[in-house]
């Protein structure tokens, strides 16, 4: 049997990039979930309708991007870990300025355990608004295809 | 020719919901980034340097404290801000060691001292708590990158607290009477204050972790708490 490497690596070259969209979103809003009070937007506690909102959105944004639906699910799932490393990533920053607050072994498990329900979360809310993204694209393309007919 | 390149004409308003959706994205985070930096730079970077001196008002002609007399310490909690944002006390607790020279002497005294080990670690300084209580009423502003201090003058009189009024007096006195003046008694501060962190709000939840009041609250503390 071959197997078109190119082709398989092109693929998944393209999940990626599908999947950067809602890994952006994952990895802010679980951060922001954390330190309400120290990121943007600044907020006493963290707003579960805003996160759900750019969780949502980007979700949407994600699966608009994939040409097909499993290709938007697939992305939708693999947005998590990239969503979580972003998530880590960003808590270490002030490590990249020299500044230490937190034992940096400790970091993931932290976000892990006090951005739970955003991780959580985000994993019907990225198949959701895969299937939402994909709507809006077929609709967009059947209204596209008279005009280009027309030409 | 698959389904993608078929599109790959039409694809551009996809990709300008992609790059606007990655900027906007890219917005926040760095927002976020930025103040979570600023905030980290204040928690590492904030110090406290804490000075007192203690003088006694009334001294009788021999040099001693009277029983009318008062011993008053002047403290002044100064904190250092190096970082970007602003800095508003809340509390600050003081204590205030007077090295009870008596109890060293060997003479047997009535109240109850710290033992504290020597510096060099061969014996053991006796010490009494004359001032301890806290002060919330400040409010003093600690600006960014630079500093601010709480004023604090403390008075012991035999009114107020008999108990340590009585102690200072005898302490006082039993150095005058080495020849030594009552100023020459050593005294140990320790200072613990909190701060908060300017624009970072508290958490209003009843649920919400202790982390996150850490956050936007500061502790700073020097010296040595010797009764923990």
Redesign the interface.
Known sequence: MNIDWSAQFRRVL?IL?IS??PA??L??TA??SI??????P????ASFGWILL?LF??SI??G??A??LQEALVAGVAALPLGFALAVL?AF??GL?G???LEPSAVPFFIAH?AILVLVLSFPVNLLGAVIGQLI?DR??AS?APNRLSR | MN??DR?AS?EW??AA??AA??AV??V??G???A???S???V??SASVEATSSVGYLGLASDGTLPNNGTARAWVNVTVLNPGPKALVFDTVIYKLWIEDLPHEAGFAVPRTDVPVPNANGTGVRWLFTAYSGSNTSSAVVVPAFGKGTVPLRLDLREQIDLRAFVAVQNITGFAVSKGASATAVPWELFILTSLWID???????PT??I??IA??RLVLQQGTDFEH
């Open positions: 393209r990039r950067l969209v952006l979103a990895g802010y951060f922001y330190y309400p009070s120290a990121t943007f600044v907020s006493s506690d750019v959105a980007a944004a994600g608009i991007q040409e097909y960003l920053t002030p300025a500044l230490y607050l006090f694209r967009f393309r596209r | 389904r993608a599109g039409g308003p996809f919901v992609l959706s990655v994205l890219v926040f985070m927002l976020s980034v103040n979570f930096v905030v980290s730079q928690h590492a624009g970072v709000p508290q958490p209003t939840s919400a972790p982390y996150q956050v936007g």
